[in-house]
């Protein structure tokens, strides 16, 4: 319970007033000044693409650069948009990429670069069988947003 709610609940009325009229008055007051604060923190709450409507969140989604692919569970959805900003700071080293990867559920994966036998602009990426069974639309989609341009990348 916020502050203003708690100084809503602690409002009490003399002990001569407390009968009738006056307090059928206060328990009236109190649910109107709850309900008008719920209005006036609405679209407050509603800049948290964790807990806001899915309309807002598309709008927050569209604002940071976030599209939804076929079949993405909408908290999977929510997660990617909360941490677009993050993951795009992120997206330069190889630290950087792999905690996207955690950041967004896929788990540990592992980033081997310039590896002896194969072009220098191809990115190994290591990842369990599971991991890419489960998460193959999210894999493609990250590395389509965060992945270097001069890359390529192999599973």
Same mark, same amino acid.
């Given at each position: ?17 407390? @009968? ?38 598309n709008?927050l ?14 908290e ?10 993050v993951?795009? @700071?992120d ?19 592992e980033?081997?670069e ?33 992945? @270097?341009?001069?890359r390529?990348?192999?599973?």
């Amino acid at each position: 319970m916020n502050e203003f709610m708690k100084k809503l609940a602690g409002m009490v009325l003399p002990s001569w007033m407390d @009968r009738g009229e006056p307090r059928k008055l206060l328990q009236t007051a109190r649910r109107f000044w709850a309900e008008v604060y719920g209005w006036v923190t609405w679209p407050l709450n509603q800049f948290d693409p964790l807990t806001c409507t899915p309309a807002l969140l598309n709008l927050l989604a569209y604002d940071r650069d976030i599209s939804r692919f076929d079949g993405e569970p909408l908290e999977l959805f929510r997660r990617r948009v909360a941490y677009a900003f993050v993951n795009a @700071r992120d997206a330069g080293s190889v630290e950087g990429f792999i905690s996207i990867f955690e950041r967004l559920g896929i788990g540990y994966v592992e980033l081997l670069e310039r590896q002896p036998g194969i072009d220098w602009d191809v990115i190994q990426v290591r990842v369990t069988d599971s991991q890419i069974a489960d998460n193959t639309q999210l894999m493609i989609q990250i590395i389509r947003q965060y992945g @270097r341009t001069c890359r390529r990348y192999q599973f």
